[in-house]
């Protein structure tokens, strides 16, 4: 089992659609989970941090944690075909554990 | 704004060379990283560096060394290239604690072996 989970896709969705991409992890002793977003051929780039239980909106985005449910997840409002790009999930123990899921291709058309 | 450098965006080496990645970042980050991307394989760490001289293996670790004299400096070194470590190779640098996972990459040296 891998300690971070995505499906791969890719998830197509129509401009101006909610786009919703999922993140499981299996380590509980995880306490801090992040989305990047990677555009083919760059390099991944941080868009969101979350430490705690709940949701934490930055504009368009809103990242939403389930520490029980071991689940995190990123909602991209409004999507415009500049969103289309790989999300990558990652998670730390703050510590010396950290782990980058394969990430989500997202495809969103005009 | 955090700056990750890396020296070359392309490379191409013959097999049996000696090859020096070089990374540098500019926000006295305590953590730095060096990961390989493959298509369909995601971000693999080689090697991350917590503290000047300090190092630990990732998952892929073999045919790889790293070296970190200066805080803000991060080698990678391919002891003798093989024509398995045609790769994306990418370095990381973060601060501590709960910004383990805030990790900000260099642009990426993309290496062939031939």
């Known amino acids: 089992q891998k300690e971070v989970e995505q499906n791969s896709g890719p998830l197509s969705v129509p401009e101006g659609a909610i786009a919703s991409l999922n993140c499981t992890y299996s380590?509980?002793?995880?306490?801090?989970f992040f989305w990047y977003r990677q555009y083919s051929g760059k390099s991944p780039e941080l868009i969101m941090s979350i430490y705690s239980n709940g949701d934490k909106e930055d504009g368009r985005f809103t990242a939403q944690l389930n520490k029980a449910s071991q689940y995190v997840s990123l909602l991209i409002r409004d999507s415009q075909p500049s969103d289309s790009a790989t999300y990558l999930c990652a998670v730390s123990d703050n510590f010396n554990k950290f782990y980058f899921g394969s990430g989500t291709k997202l495809n969103v058309k005009p | 704004d955090v700056k990750v450098t890396q020296s070359s965006r392309y490379l191409v080496k013959r097999t049996g060379e000696k090859v020096f990645l070089e990374c540098v970042q500019d926000m006295d980050h305590e953590n730095m990283f060096w990961y390989r991307q493959d298509p369909g394989l995601g971000l693999r760490l080689i090697y991350f560096s917590y503290d000047v001289k300090m190092k630990e293996k990732g998952d892929i670790p073999e045919g790889y060394s790293v070296s970190r004299e200066k805080k803000e400096r991060f080698s990678l070194i391919l002891e003798s290239a093989s024509t398995n470590q045609t790769s994306m190779y990418l370095c990381a640098s973060s601060l501590d604690g709960p910004h383990l996972g805030e990790q900000y990459f260099g642009p990426g040296t993309r290496l062939t072996v031939t």
């Open positions: 380590d509980r002793v995880s306490q801090s």
